[in-house]
Nanobody, 126 residues
Framework: QVQLVESGGGSVQAGGSLRLSCEAS????????LGWFRQSPGKEREAIAF????????GYADSVDGRFTISHEKVKKTFYLQMNDLNPDDTAMYYC???????????????????WGQGTQVTVSS
């Protein structure tokens, strides 16, 4: 069964930090591109980071580059999003995702990911 289970959301004040975790089943982890997205009410789902563990290739959206870090632990089949210097614009539901097989197309497009976590809310107050 393909599964992604997220944890780590919550409420913080501006300038604070949170770390999100996404534990994947083996099928959802090995050989896949792993990504983090977020979505606020009334807005489209936004790609914010990806990692391809096989090559350790990573990428970030401009809006989070320098503040967020994506990483993974192969043994645990878990990937993470460390979020520092949070601001109210970061408030959203955050989702982890993995591609269907080898990654194809842009990492920024949600349609290039086949499996999704349930989402975890991040709220940043000013």
């Amino acid at each position: 069964q393909v599964q992604l289970v997220e944890s780590g959301g919550g409420s913080v004040q501006a300038g604070g930090s949170l770390r999100l975790s996404c534990e994947a089943s083996a099928t959802a982890y090995f050989g896949r591109r792993l990504g983090w997205f977020r979505q606020s009410p009334g807005k489209e789902r936004e790609a914010i980071a990806f990692i391809y563990p096989r090559t350790d290739l990573r990428g970030y959206a401009d809006s989070v580059d320098g503040r967020f870090t994506i990483s993974h632990e192969k043994v645990k089949k878990t990937f993470y999003l460390q979020m520092n210097d949070l601001n109210p614009d970061d408030t959203a539901m955050y989702y982890c995702a993995s591609s269907e097989g080898l990654p194809e197309g842009s990492w920024r497009q949600p349609e290039n990911y086949a499996y999704w976590g349930q989402g975890t809310q991040v709220t940043v107050s000013s």
